[in-house]
């Protein structure tokens, strides 16, 4: 009897390792995946990363600033829902010509770039001032038609107040009052 107890403990400590290392191989190929979808979107868009400069710097696209500054907006209250993400895509389309898919990488490519910012707040600024030294006086009207379009697409209507914030510093950063 002991040594069937310890077969059936050998064979399940090896079941248990059999699936912890599968799901570790999962794991490495869903890290694989992300990184393929962010390179195929940096690549659509021609961005190049220069040494020596930060990403949000070496971004020569204004409407994938533009994306990447709506998709901070929006998570300045948390994580978006999928209909905060759904309007974020359509208004892209609306508003900066996009396709779905062009959409989608331009948002991939800027959850990229906030996350090199170290967070939602920095990216935000980072992206604004990129979205300004690209697109001068004329990206703003752009960038507060998406801004405007996810605004609507909140859980409540309502800004939260560091979204409102937020609109301050965009204003500010395009010299309007």
């Known amino acids: 009897m002991p040594v069937i107890i310890a077969l059936l403990g050998i064979i399940a400590t090896a079941a248990i390792w059999y699936w912890r290392m599968k799901a570790a191989g999962q794991a490495a190929q869903d890290l694989v995946g992300v990184a393929q979808d962010v390179m195929s979107a940096a690549r ?13 710097e070496s971004l020569q696209d204004g409407d994938v600033a533009i994306a990447g500054a709506a998709l901070a907006f929006l ?14 895509l359509i208004s ?3 508003h900066l010509g996009y396709d779905r898919a062009g959409a989608e990488e331009a948002v991939i490519l800027g959850r990229w770039l906030i996350n090199e910012s170290k967070g939602v707040d920095p990216g935000l600024k980072r992206l604004t001032k ?12 752009p ?15 309502n800004l939260s107040p560091r979204q409102r914030d937020a609109l301050d510093d965009i204003a500010r950063q395009f010299r309007v009052s």
């Open 44 to 56: 659509r868009f021609g961005f190049r990363r220069r040494y020596n400069e930060h990403p949000v």
């Open 75 to 88: 998570e300045l209250t948390g994580l978006p829902t999928s209909e905060q993400q759904d309007a974020l």
């Open 92 to 94: 892209l389309q609306r």
């Open 130 to 141: 990129r979205v300004w030294k690209l697109k001068g006086a004329e990206g703003f009207a």
């Open 143 to 157: 960038l507060m038609q998406v801004v405007k379009d996810i605004a609507a697409a909140s859980r409540d209507g």
